[in-house]
C-alpha cells in the first residue's frame, strides 16, 4: 500500500474513532447501499432449527425475547411490580430510576445489534425470572412450603451462554465482523443449597417415593436407577431396551450433547428394568419376542382409562420430586430433585474410589492433561459401584462390604404390586 493511500486509511480510522463509529456500523451502513443485510429474526429463525431439542428449548425464550422485545422491566419487589412479568407501569422512584427496555430487532440487520441491546436483554431475562420467583415463594409460602432462591442468576446465564452462541454463529459464517455478545458477563453463581442424600436420609426418601403418588413401582425404579447410576434426568428418559446389557451388567447412557457412555450395574437393577419394560411396553421389550424393538423405551407409565401404557416423559420427574418436597421437609429446604440422587451417587462413589472414578462415573467432559494420564478404567468404576450396591460385577471380585444403597429393599418395592 503507498504511503498516500495509508494516509487517509488513518484518517478515516481516526475519524471513526471520534464519534465512536463501530466497523459493524460502518460495515451495515455500506452493506446498506446495496440492500439490507440478513436480518436477526431471519438469521435465528435459520440457526434454531439447527440446534438438537433440548438446546433449543433451554435458549429458545433468550432469543425470541431479542426478536420480539421486552419490558419496561424494573428492579422494584413492591406488590405491583412483581405481580407481573410483561412489563412495569408502576411509577414509585425505584421503577422510575431503574426501568429497562428492549426495542424489538427481529428486523434489524445483525450488524446493527449493539452490546448495550444484548446487555439490556440479559438484565431484562434477570429480573424476570426475579418476579416469577417472587409470585411462585409467595404461593409456596401460603402452603408452608420453603422459599426457593429468586436471584435469576441462572436466567442471566441462559440468556448471556444463548446471546454468545447466536453471534458466534453470525461471525463464523461472515455476516459479522465484530461480535457484540463476546463481552458480557456471566453473573458469578451463588452457593447452592443443594447436596447429596446423607446416610440416615436413604430410608425416609426412599419411603416417601413408594408411599404416596399413582405409580410407586415407577417412581421407586426410576428413582433406584438414578441413584445407582448417577444419571442426568434424559438418561432415564431415553433410556431404550437396546441399552441394557444383561450379561455385562451394563447400560449405556445417553445424555448431555448426545454422549454416550457404558455405565456398571447390579445384576437386580438390570433385572428390574428389563422385567419393569416387558410388563409395560409388551413384546417390543421382550428380547425373546419377534417384535422386539432395541430402540423402545425402558421406563412407562401404568395403563390407566382403558389407555394403554405410555413412554416416560420428563413432566414425570417434576411431580414426582414436588410430592418429595411437600412429604420432607429437608427436601424442600434444599430443593432436591433427580439431580440429587446424582449428586449423591457421585460423592459416595468419590469416597470409596476417589476422584478419578467419580469423575469417569458421572460422565464429567472436563479432563486436563493429568486426568488424560490417570484416568480411572471401566473395572475401577464397576469395583465402585459393587461396594455401593454390595452386589457382584462381573468385572470385578464380589464385594465383602455391605451396600450403601439398599438394593435388596428396592428390588422388592419395584416390582408389580
Known amino acids: 500500500m503507498n504511503a498516500p493511500r495509508s494516509r487517509v486509511l488513518d484518517s478515516v480510522i481516526d475519524l471513526l474513532d471520534a464519534h465512536g463509529i463501530t466497523m459493524d456500523e460502518l460495515q451495515s451502513r455500506l452493506a446498506g447501499r446495496g440492500g439490507v443485510g440478513v436480518t436477526l429474526g431471519e438469521f435465528l429463525d435459520d440457526e434454531l432449527a439447527k440446534l438438537t431439542f433440548n438446546t433449543r428449548r433451554t435458549y429458545a425464550t433468550s432469543l425470541q425475547r431479542l426478536a420480539d422485545g421486552a419490558g419496561p422491566h424494573c428492579e422494584c419487589d413492591c406488590a405491583q411490580c412483581s405481580d407481573t412479568t410483561d412489563g412495569c407501569d408502576c411509577e414509585c422512584r425505584k421503577c422510575r430510576t431503574s426501568k429497562v427496555l428492549l426495542e424489538p430487532l427481529r428486523d434489524v440487520p445483525l450488524t446493527s445489534v449493539t452490546f448495550r441491546q444484548l446487555e439490556a ?54 455476516h459479522i465482523h465484530s461480535d457484540p455478545a463476546v463481552d458480557l458477563k456471566i453473573p458469578r453463581r451463588s452457593d447452592t443449597r443443594r447436596r447429596a442424600l446423607a446416610p440416615n436420609e436413604f430410608e425416609p426418601f426412599f419411603d416417601a417415593v413408594a408411599g404416596g403418588g399413582d405409580d410407586p413401582e415407577l417412581d421407586t425404579l426410576l428413582c433406584w436407577f438414578h441413584a445407582e447410576t448417577g444419571a442426568r434426568r434424559e438418561g432415564g428418559v431415553g433410556l431404550t431396551c437396546g441399552t441394557l446389557h444383561d450379561e455385562r451388567q451394563m447400560i449405556r447412557l445417553s445424555e448431555k450433547f448426545e454422549l454416550e457412555r457404558d455405565q456398571p450395574v447390579s445384576a437386580e437393577l438390570i433385572s428390574a428394568l428389563r422385567a419393569h419394560a416387558i410388563e409395560r ?54 430443593a432436591f430433585t433427580a439431580h440429587g440422587l446424582r449428586h449423591t451417587a457421585g460423592t459416595l462413589v468419590e469416597r470409596l474410589a476417589g476422584t478419578q472414578v467419580a469423575r469417569r462415573f458421572l460422565g464429567h467432559a472436563d479432563r486436563t492433561v493429568t486426568d488424560t494420564y490417570t484416568d480411572a478404567s471401566e473395572a475401577e468404576v464397576a469395583a465402585a459401584v459393587a461396594r455401593l450396591t454390595g452386589r457382584p460385577h462381573p468385572l470385578v471380585p464380589a464385594p465383602g462390604a455391605p451396600s450403601v444403597i439398599p438394593t435388596q429393599q428396592l428390588e422388592e418395592r419395584s416390582g408389580p404390586t
Open 121 to 174: 436483554a440479559v438484565i431484562i431475562a434477570r429480573r424476570v425470572a426475579h418476579k416469577r420467583g417472587t409470585q411462585e415463594n409467595r404461593r409456596r409460602a401460603a402452603r408452608g412450603r420453603a422459599a426457593k432462591a429468586v436471584h435469576g442468576k441462572g436466567a442471566a446465564e441462559t440468556a448471556v451462554n444463548a446471546y454468545r452462541w447466536l453471534f458466534l454463529r453470525a461471525r463464523l459464517v461472515g
Open 281 to 334: 411396553g409388551g413384546p417390543r421389550c421382550d428380547p425373546t419376542s419377534p417384535s422386539y424393538d432395541l430402540e423402545s423405551p425402558v421406563f412407562w407409565y401404568r395403563a390407566r382409562g382403558g389407555q394403554p401404557c405410555r413412554p416416560l416423559t420428563g413432566r414425570r420427574y417434576d411431580t414426582l420430586f414436588q410430592r418429595v418436597q411437600a412429604t420432607l421437609p429437608w427436601a424442600d429446604q434444599v
